[in-house]
T-cell receptor, first 118, second 114 residues
């Protein structure tokens, strides 16, 4: 496997279910991200992990719970979601240098998980 | 506040012609990076091209080039010799401070006509 992979690619869940999204990066990067893309809305950053430490939480509801066990894996645990949480969830990784404007900061994305909450 | 603006919700281009997708940004930072991504209907966000604020030359990657005008705060994407496979959403994005946040524009949907 190369690049950034995400599983599952599609997920349908009820509001009372608990599920997890998985992301794995094979690029040797030190930072990983979760984004949400709803219909007709710009991408929204949800969480950032740098060296396994969460460095950013963009006011995301607690029904979304991220986990980063190591710098290659990132999970998003879902519980008691709402229908408005239906969206494309994208994972990305990058090599962060701390300097804004560095080309190594390019974020590479996975194929996404299309989530439908019934 | 940092912001990325794409004013063209949709664009058409004839196959084999060139097309320019507009992007303007707003920042007071001196050091920043600008990125363009392509998102086909499958959903994956594909990195196309990068421009750093200190780069004096416009970035080029194959058929993609970036028309970077720093004084006007614009970073337009030029696609030459359009192909049918270029039909997709295109997003301009910027990293404009010491945070890890990538700010995205609202996107432009490009349709290449045969």
């Amino acid at each position: 496997e190369t690049g950034v992979t995400q599983t599952p690619r599609h997920l349908v869940m009820g509001m009372t279910n608990k599920k997890s999204l998985k992301c794995e990066q094979h690029l040797g990067h030190n930072a990983m991200y979760w984004y949400k893309q709803s219909a007709k809305k710009p991408l929204e950053l949800m969480f950032v992990y740098n060296f396994k430490e969460q460095t950013e939480n963009n006011s995301v509801p607690s029904r979304f719970s991220p986990e980063c066990p190591n710098s290659s894996h990132l999970f998003l645990h879902l519980h008691t979601l709402q229908p408005e949480d239906s969206a494309l969830y994208l994972c990305a990784s990058s090599q962060v240098t701390g300097l804004a404007g560095s080309s190594t900061d390019t974020q590479y994305f996975g194929p996404g998980t299309r989530l439908t909450v019934l | 506040a940092q912001k990325i603006t794409q004013t063209q919700p949709g664009m058409f281009v004839q196959e084999k012609e060139a097309v320019t997708l507009d992007c303007t940004y707003d920042t007071s930072d001196q050091s920043y990076g600008l990125f363009w991504y392509k998102q086909p209907s499958s959903g994956e966000m594909i990195f196309l091209i990068y421009q750093g604020s200190y780069d004096e030359q416009n970035a080029t990657e194959g058929r993609y080039s970036l028309n970077f005008q720093k004084a006007r705060k614009s970073a337009n994407l030029v696609i030459s010799a359009s192909q049918l496979g270029d039909s997709a959403m295109y997003f301009c994005a910027g990293r404009m401070d010491s945070s890890y946040k990538l700010i995205f524009g609202s996107g432009t949907r490009l349709l290449v006509r045969p």
